[in-house]
């Protein structure tokens, strides 16, 4: 276990969870942190109060983009027990995600212990809604202050949550998606199977396009032909076919150009489950379009851990045409695999493959 400076002993500020939490602003009252140093390894673990920085003008993070971060969440069950749904999984990409980045890879005890507290910490904010759930988001950025072109020297990991409704609001409403054709997210050989910060702000133009055609997301291409489909956003793509004698759910091979989402892997493993056939494929505009149209793809969604599972019902591809997915409505498929999956999140069915991280939180404190 990771020594921990306890800057705080402030009570939760919501005892009773969170209503109405949005997506990403309704922080927790806790954070984690520690430093990197090549001297002292990792060292001066705290947790206290969420707080704002100090940090210097030329901090390396701010200027040259050497930041990686994660994104997972914890549960509430039925039981009012806590969970975290495959911390393990996401301690490990998160350590890929910094190799990558010539930086220092967190411990996974490290991470473990940090998710622990804060969770064990902070989970009176959140309700017993099932809609609702605790999203961690640990970072880590380069602290030195220099703006020599190298790597920091120095590093900092923090671990903040925020209380989380659905990414596109509580219900499940379907989506529309918008064909990028003047953008890419990622190329072969660069950083688009990882969760590093300089992967987003390049894509707010296209996401802001994609708003202008009234679309709510954008559907990103392969950087080389510009003809496979790879991601929605930042959020990994699922295909659902008609085969005749059953239904075929798959999704975009692992190109290096992706991000391997924690929930795309999960989800594949309960289509095998409920007896679909599931499997990584590669799939072109113009053949989800014809497919589409011709009735054999029924369904489409989106999933990760924000987002959990969302349906697209449209498309809009300013090249080849607009066209809708099913009848544009959430399809029985999509809408059965979300539940099975919002099943363990919640600890309504078994966890055969240990998914679930329990977090001993006692007794509520008094108001």
Partial sequence: MTTVEHTSTAQPGRRAGVVNPGHGE????????????????????????????????????????????????????????????????????????????????????????????????????????????????????ASDHSLMLRPSTEYRFLLMAFVAGGFFGDHVDTVSVLISRDYCRAMPGGTGNVKVAGNYAPSFLAQQQAQEA??????????????????????????????????????????????????????????ERLGYRAREMRISVDQWRQESIEGRITEVFACGTAAVVTPVSAVRDPLGGDWTVGDGQPGPVTMTLRRALMDVHHGLVPDPDGWLHPVPIGPSLPG
Wanted: glycine fraction near 8%; charged fraction near 20%; aromatic fraction near 10%.
């Fill in 214 to 271: 009234g679309c709510q997301q954008v559907v990103w291409l392969d950087a080389i032909e510009r003809h496979w489909i790879e991601e929605m956003g930042g959020m990994n793509l699922f295909f659902v076919r008609d085969t005749g004698t059953g239904y075929e759910v798959g999704t975009p091979e692992l190109t290096g150009s992706l991000l391997p989402g924690v929930t795309r892997d999960t989800l594949l493993t309960i289509a």
């Fill in 26 to 141: 309704t922080f927790t009252d806790h954070m984690f942190s520690m430093l990197w140093s090549p001297a002292s390894g990792w060292h001066q673990p705290e947790f206290g109060r969420l707080q704002n920085l100090s940090i210097h003008p030329g901090t390396v993070g701010l200027h040259y983009g050497q930041v990686a971060f994660e994104g997972l969440k914890a549960h509430r069950r039925v039981d009012g027990s806590m969970v975290v749904f495959r911390p393990y999984e996401h301690a490990r990409r998160f350590q890929t995600s910094t190799r990558r980045l010539a930086m220092p890879e967190l411990p996974v005890d490290i991470f473990m212990d940090a998710v622990s507290q804060l969770v064990a910490a902070d989970h009176e904010w959140l309700s017993d809604d099932p809609a609702h759930s605790l999203y961690l988001r640990p970072i880590m950025f």
